[in-house]
């Protein structure tokens, strides 16, 4: 089963190149730079390789190589998959 996360912010109030998305564990943590070295454009992100779990994403503004500090972070609780196909095998 895939699943996906999409996010959403506000643009910087600054001229800026563009943004970095990150997904971590922890609030704030800049673990996993889910955009690697391209720069998001734009103001939505969709992160498609999301697993179950529980997830914290943060955005930060770049511009000229300078990286802003962290945006208000989002969780997202990724639910697994339900199991299928119960068989009762006997009842006595």
Do not use: C
């Not at 600054?14 to 690697?36: C, E, I, M």
């Not at 391209?38 to 770049?62: N, Q, R």
């Amino acid at each position: 089963m895939s699943h996906s996360v999409s996010l959403s912010w506000t643009a910087s109030s600054d001229a800026v190149s563009g943004y970095n998305v990150y997904r971590s564990t922890t609030a704030g943590a800049k673990q996993n730079l889910l955009n690697g070295t391209t720069l998001v454009t734009g103001t939505t992100y969709t992160d498609s390789t999301v697993t179950p779990g529980s997830w914290f994403y943060d955005v930060t503004a770049v511009e000229n190589g300078a990286e802003s500090s962290v945006s208000n972070s989002v969780n997202a609780v990724i639910l697994p998959a339900a199991p299928t196909n119960l068989t009762l095998v006997s009842a006595s």
